[in-house]
């Protein structure tokens, strides 16, 4: 039963590019959430999400950021026009559907911005 | 606003000695709180929960401790190895909410286990 899954790993972006960072859930996992770790600090909530719906996206600036969660297919946390302060680690974490607390991390991804 | 702080950076301890990794929260409708461990270039891996309900959880040599009152918890590895070497993350939730798994999470503890 593989993990949750990350990709890509690493991701050079320049100052206004766009970054998409994809997260597949633990297989039987409904609940998907994004969390960001900014250097020497901890992990900040960004956004949970099941299948098609945004459930708290509390933690997500109000702009260049969207997350969703198809029907089909992968997460997908989106950073347009990135800036150099987006550099950070994104982790992603999925739960069971009876058990929402109890997450499994990712690898996570870590975004450059030159 | 720093609602779980972990105010110790780094924890220096011998093989086989006690660890001893402290957090303290400020919000008083945590209900549920978690101790993360992280590898270098990895995700963090649950360790250890603990309900509101109970003052103690132990799971073979990690101990996990609630005080209410204090609204501190700790986590107690005996005996440590050097394997245990890693950054430690508390967490606390409000599992009232459907956001179960929106974690507040500390700083982290970097903890290093001399042979």
């Known amino acids: 039963n593989a993990g949750v899954m990350q990709n890509p790993r690493h991701l050079v972006r320049r100052r206004g590019q766009e970054a998409r960072l994809r997260c597949s859930p633990m297989k039987g996992h409904s609940h998907v959430y994004w969390y960001r770790q900014l250097p020497e600090e901890g992990l900040k909530f960004m956004v949970y999400?099941?299948?098609?719906?945004?459930?708290?996206e509390s933690g997500m600036p109000k702009e260049r950021f969207s997350a969703e969660f198809p029907k089909e297919g992968p997460s997908i946390l989106r950073i347009q026009q990135v800036v150099r302060g987006d550099s950070a680690a994104y982790f992603c974490a999925s739960s069971p559907p009876r058990a929402p607390g109890e997450l499994f991390f990712g690898e996570g991804s870590r975004l450059t911005v030159l | 606003d720093q609602q779980v702080k972990q105010n110790s950076p780094s924890l220096s301890v011998q093989e086989g000695r006690i660890s001893i990794l402290n957090c303290d929260y400020t919000n008083s409708m945590f209900d549920y709180f978690l101790w993360y461990k992280k590898y270098p270039a990895e995700g963090p891996t649950f360790l250890i929960s603990?309900?509101?309900?109970?003052d103690k959880n132990e799971d073979g040599r990690f101990t996990v401790f609630l005080n209410k009152s204090a609204k501190h918890l700790s986590l107690h590895i005996v005996p440590s190895q050097p394997g245990d070497s890693a950054v430690y993350f508390c967490a606390a939730s409000v599992t009232g909410s459907s956001n179960t798994g929106k974690l507040i999470f500390g700083q982290g503890t970097t903890l290093q286990v001399k042979p």
């Open positions: 603990i309900s509101s309900i109970k």
């Open positions: 999400l099941q299948k098609e719906n945004i459930i708290d």
